[in-house]
C-alpha cells in the first residue's frame, strides 16, 4: 500500500469511529429509571413543605413514549423490594429519539413527581429534578442533579431519603 493509500484507509477508520460516536450520541435511546425510599438513618433536616421544583416549559408526558420490549434493571428493582431498607416507588423504562424535551415522571400515589431530561453537550448529560414526599402535605425531599453519562452504564444518584438508578442505552 502506497502512503497516500494507508493515509485514505486510516481517515476512512477515523471517521467512521467518529460517526458511530456521533450517531449513538443523537440517535434513539432506552432509558430506565429505578426511584426508592431508603430508611437510613440521617442527621439532616429536611424542612421543605413546598415543591421547588423548576419545571419546564416544554415538558412531555412519560406516556408519549413507547416502552420497551425488555429492561435491564427489571430485576434490580425487584431485589430492592426484598431489602427491608430501602422501598420501591417507582421503575419505569422508556424509548427516546435523541436528547429531547424533559419527561415528567410520578408515581401513582403523587409522592414521587418531577422530570428527567437526556441533554446533549460535551457528551451525554442526565438531568434529574425529582421530589419524594413523605406524606401529602407533609415534608419534601428534593434531589436535582445533573450528572454526564456513557451509554450502558448505571448511576446511582442519592439523597438522604431516596435514590435514583438510571441507565441509558442505545438502541
Excluded at 432509558?31 to 439532616?44: D, G, K, N, R, W
Aim: glycine share 6%; hydrophobic share 40%.
Amino acid at each position: 500500500m502506497t502512503i497516500s493509500k494507508k493515509m485514505t484507509y486510516i481517515l476512512v477508520l477515523m471517521l467512521g469511529f467518529f460517526s458511530k460516536v456521533s450517531l449513538a450520541e443523537s440517535g434513539s435511546y432506552q432509558l430506565e429509571l429505578m426511584v426508592f425510599s431508603q430508611a437510613i438513618p440521617t442527621t439532616e433536616t429536611f424542612e421543605q413543605t413546598v415543591s421547588q421544583i423548576g419545571w419546564p416549559a416544554n415538558l412531555t408526558e412519560l406516556s408519549a413514549y413507547t416502552k420497551p420490549d425488555s429492561s435491564t434493571l427489571s430485576d434490580s428493582y425487584s431485589a430492592l423490594a426484598k431489602d427491608s431498607t430501602y422501598h420501591p416507588v417507582l421503575y419505569v423504562a422508556w424509548l427516546q429519539q435523541g436528547a429531547m424535551a424533559p419527561v415528567h415522571i410520578q408515581s401513582t400515589d403523587g409522592k414521587l413527581n418531577g422530570f428527567v431530561q437526556l441533554q446533549q453537550g460535551q457528551g451525554l448529560q442526565l438531568l434529574v429534578d425529582l421530589e419524594l414526599a413523605s406524606n401529602p402535605g407533609d415534608i419534601i425531599y428534593h434531589l436535582t442533579e445533573k450528572r454526564s453519562v456513557k451509554l450502558n452504564e448505571v448511576y446511582y444518584l442519592d439523597h438522604p431519603k431516596f435514590g435514583v438508578v438510571a441507565k441509558i442505552s442505545p438502541l
